[in-house]
């Protein structure tokens, strides 16, 4: 194995040696403490996040999505250079140790090294080295070549910069240890890649230049070592620091919203309910904040970017670091006031308006950040503050109003909402009252109750649960809406008021089961809800009625048509069910299924059934459900299939403007599957 310097510079060089390294290393240290507490004083002003449950779980994502970067490779030739560059750092993590302690004169790692397991990790990390090597000089002509649509707005010199540092890190090892070999005949007979590559470079038959070399490549590599540990909270690769403590504190359900504050039983005792600046994050928001590698998955899979809404949600999250940072400076000044009058506020300047209300809540952005990084609650929070102050849009004044009165964003009166039932002509529904008993309780929701198109889809499921026998009831007047939309809109008060009326009547109901029309109540009362109901979403619920035979479709569709799925986001992204929906489906005799190049994961959100179906964005280029549209029609179906009815009632509108109905036509899939009896 080489020699090292203590031993063979230092040595020469004597104390000094010793004396230079603890200068160095102690002053490194120092800058990179001062650097770090302004990141940590920012941390600790956030609000509570309680992240320290389930922790067997944290452990095992951090080992799947941390440790084995599983998400990395949804990006593939990205994904391996990043899985490259981290399982280097992993190893060349202890070589650095070596060299400094070494350096120090305390050579703790030295006894490890010296034995037959240093030997081989010598030769691992050597290979690992040029992995590295590689994967920088890779990602570097990727950024100056190809140049990815999606690292547009990223800080790119500064990636350069560290790239460049990381390379340097590698060379100057193999140059070192290459010297190493030559001077000593140490590792000669070890298998030893990186520093044979390095030998290429050198003087062979000089022993003096070769020691110069040696000390020098030594030296700048330990420069460089701790030129780069401080330059990490400075730029995105503090991601490096904070990316595993990042995926170990993820948000483990998905389709939930956080409460307005975490340990406040009663938010009417809070004074504001939302994110006005940047210390009402939680330190968890915070810490996403940090963490972001600036990669842009985000932005490229989000459906608001694709059609020109002003939404990046990694522009977003750049724009509130640099906003941090900034309030919370590594020099601090006492001249700062980032809050006093005529400072641009966070909300509402900073972060535009119509970037919060262009999102659908879809969820893309989160399933696909490769350290789970969130941002529906964070736009959430941002929301609640909007609403707090009045600048929401008008429109939403009414419908919040119509909600608060009527249970229904249609302010219709309560008493008329199950009235679709003798509308769509079905008999014998049992409308239920407090005290009934009942299987399987339907729940209607608002759109399907008042909606003419939506109440189709409700007779549907109604006809199938009368098919199969089963015994069911609506709530009618007693139910209210379930809020989901009114939540995701930043009305927290209002949403905990359905959530403790709905509560109360469902207390007094004793039920099963409750199926529902909508991918949205579906969510709300499984993931918003207090109470851990029995809740399936009808997709789930009839093909499980298929399953046990109790229904079965026997009239086989057309041949000729050709049939896609699209993903409703609250049914697939944030619930998981993707199975279900497709195995219904594929039940009715005949039917030929194709698959977009986006769907289950990776669907495209339709425009949303929350803010979206009361709010237009002006900057629009075309509607969401158009681009979905156009994208079932890449695959030759000529039929579009959704298990939602806002789904159905954006694509409806999107092929009638898009003129599109001589091409395909869109159903719900429960419509499809009743026509099969
Ligand atoms: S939730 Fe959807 S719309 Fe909102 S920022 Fe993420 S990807 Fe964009
Ligand atoms: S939020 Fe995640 S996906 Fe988006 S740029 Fe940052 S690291 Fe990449």
Redesign the pocket.
């Known amino acids: 194995m080489a020699s090292f310097p203590s031993l063979a510079v230092q040595g020469d060089a004597g104390i000094s040696g010793y004396v230079s390294m603890w200068i160095i290393a102690i002053v490194a240290l120092t800058v990179f403490a001062f650097i770090i507490r302004s990141r940590i004083e920012l941390l600790l002003a956030g609000q509570k996040d309680p992240r320290f449950s389930n922790l067997k779980q944290r452990f095992l994502d951090l080992i799947e999505f941390g440790f084995i970067q599983k998400r990395q490779p949804r990006y593939l030739w990205a994904g391996v250079i990043h899985i490259m560059i981290f399982w280097g750092f992993v190893v060349l993590g202890l070589r650095s140790l070596d060299l400094v302690t070494e350096g120090l004169g305390i050579p703790i790692f030295r006894p490890f090294m010296q034995s037959p397991l240093g030997l081989f990790y010598n030769s691992i990390k050597d290979v690992f080295e040029l992995i590295v090597l590689i994967a920088c000089i890779w990602a570097i002509l990727r950024r100056a070549i190809v140049k990815p649509e999606r690292y547009e707005g990223s800080h790119t010199a500064e990636a350069y910069l560290v790239l460049g540092l990381i390379s340097f890190l590698m060379i100057s090892d193999m140059l070192f240890e290459g010297c190493g070999i030559l001077l000593t005949g140490d590792g000669t007979g070890e298998w030893l890649p990186a520093a044979w590559i390095g030998i290429l470079f050198l003087p062979k038959n000089s022993p003096g230049a070769l020691s110069v070399i040696l000390c020098i490549a030594y030296w700048l590599h330990i420069l460089a070592f701790f030129v780069f540990l401080n330059l990490l909270p400075l730029f995105k690769h503090f991601h490096i620091i904070t990316a595993l403590p990042n995926v170990f504190f993820r948000k483990q359900n998905k389709g939930e919203i956080k409460p307005a504050r975490y340990g406040v039983d009663d938010i009417f005792d809070l004074e504001t309910l939302g994110v006005e600046k940047i210390e009402d994050f939680t330190w968890k928001h915070i810490l996403d904040l940090y963490t972001c590698t600036e990669c842009g998955r985000?932005t490229d899979?989000?459906?608001?970017?694709a059609i020109g809404r002003p939404?990046s949600?990694k522009q977003l999250t750049i724009k509130l670091r640099d906003h941090a940072y900034e309030k919370y400076p590594i020099i601090p000044s006492r001249n700062l006031d980032k809050e006093g009058e005529g400072a641009t506020p966070m909300v509402g300047g900073i972060i535009g308006l119509d970037e919060l209300w262009s999102?659908?809540?879809?969820?893309?952005?989160?399933e696909e950040c490769p350290v789970f990084i969130e941002?529906?609650d964070k736009?959430i929070d941002m929301r609640r503050h909007v609403l707090e102050t009045s600048q929401n849009p008008k429109t939403f004044n009414q419908i919040l109003m119509y909600v608060e009165k009527t249970g229904n964003p249609f302010g219709k009166p309560a008493v008329k909402r199950a009235d679709w039932v003798k509308e769509q002509e079905i008999e014998d529904v049992k409308i239920l009252k407090e005290g009934d008993r009942v299987d399987v309780l339907y729940y209607v929701d608002g759109y399907a109750s008042f909606d003419p198109r939506s109440q189709e889809i409700a007779a549907a499921i109604v006809r199938g649960l009368k098919l199969a026998g089963m015994d069911f009831g609506i709530l009618g007047k007693l139910e209210k809406d379930t809020g989901h939309q009114v939540r995701r809109m930043g009305e927290e008060g209002l949403f905990q008021v359905l959530v403790e009326e709905n509560t109360e009547t469902l207390s007094n109901i004793d039920f099963k089961w409750i199926v529902t029309t909508d991918p949205h109540a579906y969510n709300a009362l499984k993931k918003d809800y207090p109470e851990s109901y029995k809740v399936f979403h009808y997709s789930q619920f009839f093909l499980s009625l298929v399953e046990t035979g109790l229904l079965r479709p026997n009239r086989a569709v057309e041949k000729s048509d050709l049939y896609t799925y699209h993903d409703p986001c609250y049914l697939g992204r944030h619930n998981g069910i993707y199975h279900e929906p497709r195995r219904l489906l594929t039940s009715i005799p005949d039917l030929r299924l194709v698959e977009m190049d986006r769907s289950r994961d990776r669907s495209f959100?339709c425009g949303g059934g929350d803010v979206m179906l009361w709010h237009e964005i002006e900057q629009e280029e075309m509607r969401m459900a158009e681009k979905r549209v156009h994208m079932a029609l890449e695959t030759g179906a000529n039929v579009m299939v959704t298990a939602c009815p806002f789904c159905l009632m954006h694509f409806e509108d999107a092929i009638k403007t898009g003129g599109l109905e001589d091409k395909i036509r869109v159903v719900d899939l429960m419509e499809l599957f009743m026509s099969t009896f």
């Open positions: 985000c899979n989000c459906p608001a970017n939404l949600p999102c659908t809540t879809c969820g893309a952005c989160e941002y529906i736009i959100c």
